[in-house]
């Protein structure tokens, strides 16, 4: 299927590996120019050799406004606008209610929630204007139904969904989609320190969390980045023009909500 993409441009948050890697790797596929974003270097470079075309990375931390103004700036000097942002972020931290101080969550209100909104006000009215683009929220499975030991995430990821639900009505009817999705279990480096807690036993080394969290899974895996990017690049296509204000569950069925 041809998605109808080709020569759109994108700017992916935290995409020099896992969940975001794989959404710009099915960007690019389909012929979308990508900015790559992260903190390494190394990993970045990993990343664009990877993904060719096109692309470019930009080391900026979406946790402090300058290195967002920073990195949207140069999004657009390569790319000359961007109709495509996905928004994205590599933490909280992991940990029970009671350990997490007023400074963990500040922090991880700055780098999850805010990282999202700010870089959201920056593309949608330029798209707006244009009368076409696309807004994705990499979001959680915890944003549904919250998960153990991961209370910042709960908490923040959830309050995401609020805001890009809000913001997909607003402008639903100038040609811009907003949705978030919500991964389970992928394999990725990411999921690796944090699995253990998932199931609730932080005794376990990284591999045993890893193989015990698979298990829980209905579908007795975990995702592959691919399947997650598939998905991503489908919610970027012109094909998806009428599904907007969405939180669309990714995750071998562990969510057991009905909506």
């Known amino acids: 299927m041809d998605l109808g993409i080709k ?3 994108a700017l992916v948050l935290a995409s020099s590996r896992g969940l975001g890697f794989g959404c710009a790797k099915a960007l690019s596929d389909e012929g979308v120019r990508v900015v790559l974003n992260g903190l390494s270097e190394e990993n ?3 990343a664009v050799k990877a993904i060719g075309g096109d692309t470019i990375f930009v080391s900026a931390d979406v946790s402090k406004a300058e290195d967002r103004e920073r990195l949207w700036d140069e999004a657009l000097d390569h790319l000359g606008e961007v109709s495509i942002l996905v928004t994205n972020a590599y933490g909280p931290q992991p940990g029970p209610f009671m350990d997490r101080t007023n400074e963990d969550w500040r922090t991880a209100f700055e780098e999850t929630f805010i990282s999202a909104i700010d870089m959201a006000y920056r593309a949608a009215p330029p798209m707006v204007e244009r009368g076409w683009g696309r807004i994705i ?3 959680s499975m915890s944003a549904k139904e ?6 910042l995430g709960n ?3 959830a309050g995401l969904l609020g805001a ?9 009817a100038k040609g811009v ?3 978030s999705l919500l991964p389970g279990p992928f394999d990725t480096d990411l999921l690796r320190p944090f699995a253990k807690y998932m199931v609730n036993d932080p005794s376990l080394s990284d591999d045993e969390g890893v193989r015990k969290f698979a298990e829980t899974v209905p579908v007795k895996r975990l995702g592959k980045i691919e399947e997650f990017g598939a998905v991503c690049a489908f919610l970027c296509s012109r094909h998806a023009g009428y599904v907007t204000a969405q939180a669309i569950s990714v995750d071998g069925a562990v969510v057991k909500t009905m909506l």
């Open 7 to 9: 020569g759109e441009s």
């Open 44 to 46: 970045g470079a990993k």
């Open 137 to 139: 929220n990499i979001s």
């Open 146 to 151: 919250p998960s153990t030991n991961t209370p």
């Open 155 to 157: 908490s923040l990821k």
């Open 164 to 172: 890009f639900g809000t913001l997909a009505r607003e402008i639903a």
């Open 177 to 179: 989609t907003v949705n």
